[in-house]
């Protein structure tokens, strides 16, 4: 399918899609450093700009829109905020390209807190406002441990199918878990970030990865996110990408208890492929990375529209003909 993306960030989301044989026509992010990082990784399609200065009709018409849509304009205060609101520019952006564009599917990751946002009457206005833009619309709560990815990083991921194209019974299926935390229903055990950690070389050693190096915040352990033992039988917890409170990103701890984690090591909890450049300061890789979508995860949905592609939209476009 033919797909553009919006805040695309390093590109987790968007490398797991192509992988699966999508082709990205058009992404979009106003980070330097991440369209830098973008552009060598994934392709030149990335245009460096501000969302909101980009006029609607230079985006190419696509198959697919994808992204999660920043929320920092939805207030807990304020519940009538959403499309109407002038400050929230960025989600009316997203939903504009949606309404006009009129692609047949969107994705939309976003973080688990915005199920609570206004004790859920924001989430409930945003799916409301997708459906009247023509869209039957699904939400769906994963943890990436189940999915096989080393971290117990929980999103929400919306995806919309548009009723008039496509039709009103949703044809996306949502991927199975493939992992379950102690070997339910016959599933291989969650990843462990030891497991996934362990073939790398000791950064502090010569060696060959790319990014292989650590930030020097000092591990102390005060039991809140970053600041936790990292427990070596267990996934990662989420790889974040917040502040340290001293201009950088809290990477996590490794289990040795020494040092935090590496950008290498980081990305691979995210399942980017060693070979994948990241480029900034530390502070802005660690943020790119913990800004991203997991690879291996990205790569089912994209499986999935592929699927779709082949078996039923074909299907559709033949039953049209004989109709
Ligand atoms: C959560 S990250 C997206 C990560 C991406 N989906 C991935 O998998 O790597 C959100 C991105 O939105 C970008 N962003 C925020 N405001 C923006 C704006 N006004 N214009 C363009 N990009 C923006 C940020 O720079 C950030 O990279």
Redesign the pocket.
Known sequence: MKIV??????????LGIKQSGNKIIWA????KN?VETYAHNIGDEICL????TIDIKTIPNCDVV???F?CQGFSQANLKRTIDDERN??YKFYYQVIEEKQPLYFIA?NVKGILSLGNGNVIKQILSDFESAGYVVELHKVNMANYGVPQTRERVVIIGQNKKKVGKTMLFKFPEESHSKDGQNGLPKWITIKEALDKYPNPDQPNSLCNHVYSKYKVVYRNFTAHRKTNPDYPSPTIL?RGNGKGGVCAIPHYNGERRLTIRESAAIQTFPDDFEFFGSMGSCYR?IG???PVKF?ELLGKELIRIEKDELCEKIKEKKTA
């Open positions: 993306s919006l805040f695309s960030g390093a590109g987790g989301l968007d979009n992010d106003f980070d991440a700009a501000d969302i909101s994808i992204g999660g920043p520019t960025l990751e990408a790119q800004n991203a979508v990205a």
